[in-house]
């Protein structure tokens, strides 16, 4: 069974101060198969990173996805107050999708 | 531009059943398939299934596996979840999500259906 692993579970941080927001895979996934959201309450959970490190249209580029094999990260640079919501990872393993459980971003 | 719109909250007793619908405007509806995923109250997404708009087939994680329809009916551009068997453990915001190129993401979402499963 295919699993992602965030971590933090919580990160809290300043406005203008930097994210890094990490999805550990249980196996090694394509790049392509890689996807990071933003969830905020009350909201549909939106696309900010495809293919491990394609901006959804109109995503900002303070968003920036990396990383291949097991190990992908999600980086925000210079938080906004609009930034902090819950942030997942998913995997497609050609005929199944997986999120991570999440990783909450909060006001320090 | 693309839209995906739910049907309302439900509030259903254990043991009945749900169907939540996912009205698509925008886009070509046989392009993409139809995935529902669920957040039930203080957990994360929880993906559910999926349906080819192009020929019915679908795919489901295995928790679902036979408790779980899904159908989708391209003359009206519409997706439709039936959920069967409830448990008060399916309580929970259902979406709807269109997939996006190649089938590896979820580009566009619906609004979010609740459902409560209560006695």
């Known amino acids: 069974e295919f699993v992602l692993t965030q971590s933090p579970d919580t990160l809290s941080l300043s406005p203008g101060e930097r994210a890094t927001l990490s999805c550990r895979a249980s196996q090694a996934i394509s790049d392509i198969n890689l996807a990071w959201y933003q969830h905020k309450p009350g909201q549909a959970p939106r696309l900010l990173i495809s293919g491990a490190s394609s901006r959804a249209a109109g995503v900002p580029d303070r968003f920036t996805g990396s990383g291949s094999g097991t190990d992908f990260t999600l980086t925000i640079n210079s938080l906004e107050p609009d930034d902090f919501a819950v942030y997942y990872c998913q995997q497609h393993d050609n005929t199944r999708f997986t999120f991570g459980p999440g990783t909450r971003l909060d006001f320090k | 531009q693309i839209q995906l719109v739910q049907s309302g909250a439900e509030v259903k007793k254990p043991g009945a059943s749900v169907k939540v619908s996912c009205k698509t405007s925008g886009y070509i509806f046989t392009d993409y398939h139809i995935n529902w995923v669920r957040q039930a109250p203080g957990q994360g997404l929880e993906w559910i299934g999926w349906i080819s708009t192009h020929n019915g087939g679908t795919n489901f994680a295995g928790k679902f596996q036979g408790r779980v329809t899904l159908t989708t009916d391209r003359s009206t551009r519409m997706g439709d979840m039936e959920l069967r068997a409830l448990r008060p453990d399916d309580t929970a915001v259902y979406y709807c999500?269109?997939?996006?190129?190649?089938?590896?993401?979820?580009?566009?979402w619906g609004q979010g259906t609740r459902v409560i499963v209560s006695s």
């Open positions: 999500a269109r997939d996006g190129v190649g089938a590896t993401h979820f580009d566009h």
